[in-house]
């Protein structure tokens, strides 16, 4: 996107609109199923921990941003198919793509973070299933 080359612009949109629904979309639905499966059959299930609720949340949210950008890759993939020269391509200036990703990027990386550290703090549900298995 960072080319003057309108071609090669242009070229990158038009791949990144059916990435995004054959990869993108399938692959983030796909983690946040086997991120419900993981939590409900294991000991960490899914309202005990805020770590769990936590990557939850932002899977749900990354999800969703991601459907609602879609639109907006969609239409600047039209805009591509429909320049035919770079003063019509002026949209695809546009760095969006990149500041969405960059924030997909810090997302995974935060809940790498809190996969492998998993930091503790019980919800009060937690804390109740807790006390209950060290009574019985």
């Not at 996107?1 to 629904?21: C, F, H, K, Q, T």
């Not at 399938?26 to 770590?51: I, K």
């Not at 993939?77 to 760095?95: E, G, H």
């Amino acid at each position: 996107m960072a080319s003057s080359d309108a071609v090669v612009v242009r070229s990158v949109y038009l791949i990144l609109e059916p990435l995004g629904w054959s990869a993108l979309v399938p692959f983030s639905v796909a983690a946040l199923l086997t991120g419900l499966w993981q939590a409900l059959s294991t000991r960490w299930g899914l309202l005990r921990h805020y770590w769990v609720i936590t990557k939850l949340v932002m899977n749900i949210a990354a999800t969703g941003v991601l459907l609602l950008y879609m639109q907006t890759l969609g239409h600047l993939a039209d805009v591509a198919r429909a320049a035919t020269d770079s003063a019509l391509a002026a949209p695809l200036a546009d760095p969006s793509p990149v500041i969405h990703s960059a924030a997909a990027i810090f997302l995974l990386l935060v809940a790498l973070v809190l996969s492998v550290y998993k930091p503790r703090g019980l919800t009060a549900r937690g804390a109740r299933i807790q006390r209950r298995t060290l009574v019985s």
